[in-house]
């Protein structure tokens, strides 16, 4: 009866825990999470409607100014979107996604370096100290115009 009993409890504690554990996958934690790729587009652009601050005559991309906190940049071939403008001082957490095929991301502030694939959200702290312009280039081989799949980070002081 006892043992019964205890077979009964561990089936349903297994049941919950299969039923919990997809979505605790998906959870954003630590470096890297899944999510779709439109629905990356859709946070991507939401920020860059919120907080956009002009246009960059370097790439022709939006310039986005947001607050501190969970930012987004989206690789596609070939090019960055958008061009983050940050401030010094204040921690962000980089989310980069690719749309398309597989590229690499690489930021010259803190020498971070992760492969994008489609699907999978790569998550990066970012903290300058001081202002200035970085370089987020393309690492991994994409195509045609890989080598010019380079964008600008720019890094202003406080207001
Ligand atoms: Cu994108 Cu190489």
């Known amino acids: 009866m006892r043992q019964r009993l205890i077979a009964t409890l561990i089936a ?3 049941m919950v825990l299969l039923a919990v554990m997809p979505a605790w996958w998906r959870q954003p934690k630590g470096l890297s999470y899944a999510l779709d790729p439109d629905q990356f587009a859709a946070r991507t652009e939401a920020m860059a ?5 002009g246009r960059s005559t370097e790439t022709g991309q939006p310039i986005v100014r947001p607050p501190e906190g969970d930012v987004y940049l989206m690789a596609r071939r070939w090019s960055w979107y958008p061009v983050l403008e ?12 690719s749309q398309d ?5 690489h930021l010259s502030l803190n020498d971070a370096e992760r492969l994008l694939v489609p699907g ?3 998550v990066v702290t970012v903290r300058a100290e001081k ?16 080598n010019g799949m380079q964008a600008p980070l720019l890094v202003t002081d406080k207001p």
């Open 12 to 14: 349903v504690l297994s």
């Open 49 to 53: 409607k919120a907080h956009a601050s």
């Open 86 to 97: 940050l401030e010094a001082g204040r921690r962000y957490r980089l989310h980069v996604a």
């Open 101 to 105: 095929v597989v590229h690499g991301f």
């Open 120 to 122: 999978r959200v790569e």
């Open 131 to 146: 202002p200035g312009r970085f370089a987020i280039v393309c690492s991994d081989y994409c195509g045609l115009e890989h």
